[in-house]
Nanobody, 120 residues
């Protein structure tokens, strides 16, 4: 069994910052790319950022220069530092990772989501 658990969401004023964390646990052999998605009310889930195993990053245009994705491989954790937050960043944020288990099975895993609300 493999689990992803997000944390760090909350209510923040426009212009503020939050750092999201997503920790993977369980029978993990290795983790491939780790990705953050978000889903705003009434909208489809959208890709936010990805980090590869060797640290290469990519971002959707709307968050470039404001969000930073990073990972701590020994801790099996991915982070999303969000600065200069805007009301349109309000969404449930989900992490996703491709994980190879100790039995060498590959799985595409999702966390349960964490709410980020940007409002004055």
């Amino acid at each position: 069994q493999v689990h992803l658990v997000e944390s760090g969401g909350g209510l923040v004023q426009p212009g503020g910052s939050l750092r999201l964390s997503c920790a993977a646990s369980g029978s993990i052999f290795s983790i491939n790319a780790m990705t953050w998605y978000r889903q705003a009310p009434g909208k489809q889930r959208e890709w936010v950022a990805t980090i590869t195993t060797d640290g290469r990053t990519s971002y959707t245009d709307s968050v470039k220069g404001r969000f930073t994705i990073s990972r701590d491989n020994p801790k099996n954790t991915v982070y999303l530092q969000m600065n200069s937050l805007k009301p349109e960043d309000t969404a449930v944020y989900y992490c996703n990772a491709g994980i190879i288990s100790t039995t060498r099975h590959f799985g595409d895993h999702w966390g349960q989501g964490t709410q980020v609300t940007v409002s004055s």
